[in-house]
């Protein structure tokens, strides 16, 4: 018989072939329908790199001030009865700093394949097959905020200070109240958001429909990286005075009743600081997608004259493995996952090591030469 020998090999590099257009429904790689003891390798290489750098810088000074008076009232050497009030003072001083350095680092993945099937069908006997298949996907993440922040407020309210001297009468003094309140609010300061998306795409792998006494291989690596860094710093301080004053009043030498009746104060201070220097990572799952239905058909049709149907066994975490049908040889491996078509990369060493064991044990045993006969001393 003619030997016939074809070679194909083919170098993807950096999204050459898995990075398609967007919108792209999947991605093939498959081994077909090439003739006996032909021998076919195809290599593919995909490399994705994302590298994100936030980072934010906040100076934010408040400066408050509020001076209200309604004292410092006079009256002196007055005939007759002297009366004095004043007014009620209300002051609300709020400083809100919210929502301050926000970092969203969202990684949904490039969404350009939905699917990449990996298939090795319908190719002749003693033909030799490998697909050798790496995914390698980088994320590099540096997130980093500053915030100095500078709340001062300062609040001054007299309705006292006031003065009835030397009258001829009767004296009444009645000053207002005074109610002061003041807020202070830091809220949502220095915050980093990394709600990592799936980057991995799902990959179908069959072995499907060889001639008898093929070799077919697949070999997957997926190396997958994800580098994290988040720094946050805050200085905050806030600063709150107030200098409230109904009283210090004075009423002397008056020939008459003195009545002297100092207002209320209510004074309010709130400083809240909420949610400063947060940083918040969400891993993606990691999820391994098993051929559906016990491997796939032979891309582009049926299965080849000649060739048996696939079969399905069970899979004991209740998905379906996929076995080879017809005669022909699988070798498969993976690295860092088991394919439910070629089990364990161990297995695979312990049965070689345990055929190479064997026929070793029969070349000793048939094909060496006969021991010769026992000699005794007489």
């Known amino acids: 018989m003619f030997k016939k ?3 194909s090999t083919i170098f993807l590099l950096a999204f050459g072939l898995l990075v398609s257009p967007a919108g792209a429904a999947e991605t093939v790689i498959s081994i077909t329908g090439n003739g006996g003891s032909s021998q076919n390798t195809v290599e593919v290489k995909a490399v994705s790199s994302i590298t994100v750098q936030q980072s934010n810088d906040a100076k934010i000074t408040n400066k408050v001030s509020t001076d209200s008076n309604t004292g410092g009232n006079q009256a002196l050497s007055n005939t007759g ?12 001083s709020n400083i809100n700093n919210q929502n301050i350095n926000t970092n969203v680092a969202e990684n949904k993945g490039c969404g350009c394949n939905t699917n990449t099937i ?3 069908s319908g190719n002749g006997s003693n033909s030799v097959s490998n697909i050798n298949l790496s995914l390698t996907n980088s994320v590099n993440i540096s997130q980093e905020n500053s915030a100095q922040i500078t709340n001062n407020s300062t609040t001054n309210a007299n309705t006292g200070n006031n003065q009835a001297n030397n009258n001829n009468g009767g004296i009444t003094i009645k000053t207002g109240n005074i109610t002061s309140l003041t807020a202070i609010l830091n809220k949502n300061i220095n915050h980093n958001f990394d709600p990592q998306g799936n980057n991995s795409d799902p990959v179908q792998i069959s072995i499907n429909g060889n001639g008898n006494g093929s070799t077919n291989s697949i070999v997957l690596f997926f190396g997958n990286s994800l580098n994290y860094i988040s720094n946050n710093f805050a200085d905050i301080k806030n600063n709150a005075i107030q200098n409230l004053n109904t009283g210090n009043n004075t ?17 309010v201070i709130t400083i809240g600081n909420e949610n400063i220097n947060g940083s918040f990572f969400n891993p993606p799952p990691t999820q391994i997608i098993p051929p559906p239905g016990g491997g796939n058909p032979p891309v582009g049709g049926e299965n080849p004259p000649g060739a048996q149907p696939p079969t399905s066994g069970s899979n004991p975490s209740g998905g379906s493995g996929s076995s080879v049908g017809g005669p022909g040889q699988v070798l498969g491996a993976a690295i860092g996952n088991i394919l439910p078509a070629t089990g364990a990369y161990w297995i695979l060493l312990m049965t070689i090591l345990a055929i190479t064991m064997f026929l070793a ?6 094909g060496s030469d006969p021991s010769p006969p026992f000699a005794y001393a007489v």
């Open 5 to 7: 020998i074809f070679r």
């Open 81 to 92: 009865d002297t009366n004095i009030q004043t007014g009620s003072i209300s002051n609300t």
């Open 118 to 120: 990996v298939a090795i």
């Open 251 to 267: 009423a002397n030498n008056n020939n008459g009743a003195v009545l002297i009746a100092t207002g209320n104060i209510v004074s």
């Open 361 to 366: 044990g029969g070349f000793l045993r048939f």
